[in-house]
């Protein structure tokens, strides 16, 4: 079992920054494939940004890309979402997911919603035009 609980959201005017935090509890954090998503009311949950559990590989979704950023930190037990030159359409409650992953998936990223089994409550990100 994984519990994870992100921090760092807020209110910020366009152009500007925030980093999302995601904790996790556990001692097998390295193994775990992570995953950033957001929902706005009215539509599905997307993914923004995802890791493997290698931290080799990284995969963004179009409309962030060169925007944001994800990373890990195993001795931390923390993966992190660096969120630059944001805009009013970024607004939205990020959460983050992870997934156990395997001897064989150390290079994958996971983009999809039911690809993930463990889910933190979500932060709200609000951007002011």
Request: contains cysteine; glycine residues 12%; proline residues 2%.
């Amino acid at each position: 079992q994984v519990q994870l609980v992100e921090s760092g959201g807020g209110l910020v005017q366009a152009g500007g920054s925030l980093r999302l935090s995601c904790a996790a509890s556990g001692r097998t954090f390295s193994s775990y494939a992570m995953g950033w998503f957001r929902q706005v009311p009215g539509k599905e949950r997307e993914i923004v940004a995802a890791i493997s559990w290698s931290g080799g590989n990284t995969y963004y979704v179009d409309s962030v890309k060169g925007r944001f950023t994800i990373s890990r930190a195993n001795a931390k037990n923390t993966v992190y979402l660096q969120m630059n030159s944001l805009k009013p359409e970024d607004t939205a409650v990020y959460s983050c997911a992870a997934r156990l992953g395997t001897y064989w998936s150390g290079s994958v990223c996971y983009t999809g919603v039911h690809e993930y089994e463990y889910w933190g409550q979500g932060t709200q990100v609000t951007v002011s035009s």
